[in-house]
Nanobody, 128 residues
């Protein structure tokens, strides 16, 4: 049974940093693009970053570009989201998700029906 398990959320002050981790088991990161999504109360879930499967290219939403960095360790089946210069608007529940690789670069905001697996999420709260 495929599981995506997020960790690393918590309370952080504005301007601070946080690193989220996504453990993918037994999913092979060589065949899936992995995305980080977030959902704030009353808002739709939105993609913020993704990393493709084979060549590892990355993409970011404009709202986090230059502040967030996505990376992965294929051997450990881990995907990370390093978040810096956090703002109160970054407060949300963060989810990692797996999309079957279709070639080319990953899509930050794919159609939700393209997502094959979701994690349960981890809460990030940024205080002002």
């Amino acid at each position: 049974q495929v599981q995506l398990v997020e960790s690393g959320g918590g309370l952080v002050q504005a301007g601070g940093s946080q690193r989220l981790s996504c453990a993918a088991s037994p999913l092979s990161l060589e065949y899936y693009a992995i995305g980080w999504f977030r959902q704030a109360p009353g808002k739709e879930r939105e993609g913020v970053a993704c990393v493709s499967s084979n060549h590892g290219s990355v993409n970011y939403d404009d709202s986090v570009k230059g502040r967030f960095t996505i990376s992965k360790d294929i051997g450990k089946k881990m995907v990370y989201l390093q978040m810096t210069s956090l703002e109160p608007d970054d407060t949300a529940r963060y989810y990692c998700a797996a999309v079957p690789e279709r070639g080319g670069d990953c899509v930050v905001r794919p159609p939700m029906h393209d997502v094959e697996y979701w994690g349960q999420g981890t809460q990030v709260t940024v205080s002002s």
